[in-house]
């Protein structure tokens, strides 16, 4: 029987729990799986100050394998305990922008030192 799991869940906070923080671009998936799993979860989204960190989840400790399975199959970012700065992926590709662009500049640079060399 499927559970239809909400922000409602409020007593998971006092009961054994662990928090999970999932960033926002995962919410959708990660919330979906937990339904479709019928894991009830406690959402901190509309009291958190910040989510750049990742929307802070308060889930059953009893179900950590499952939900740890789910995280895995389906490319979830997720952190324990502590939110996360920044995808890896999303850090890397910033990266190579950067590197491209800084490459671009450097190579019009050395164009401009050419063509005024050859111009004398």
């Not at 700065?85 to 190579?107: G, N, P, Q, S």
């Amino acid at each position: 029987m499927e559970q239809t799991p909400s922000d409602t869940d409020l007593d998971l906070k006092h009961k054994d729990h662990y928090t999970l923080y999932v960033l926002l671009k995962d919410k959708t998936v990660f919330e979906s799986a937990l339904r479709k799993n019928g894991i009830l979860w406690y959402s901190d989204f509309n009291n958190q100050v910040s989510i750049d960190g990742g929307i802070r989840y308060f889930l059953p400790e009893v179900a950590m394998h499952q939900i740890d399975r789910t995280i895995i199959e389906n490319g979830i970012v997720a952190n324990k305990e502590t939110p996360l700065t920044t995808e890896y992926k999303d850090r890397k590709k910033t990266m190579k922008i950067y590197l491209t662009v800084a490459v671009a500049v450097l190579v019009l640079l050395l164009l401009m030192v050419l063509i005024e060399y050859l111009s004398h």
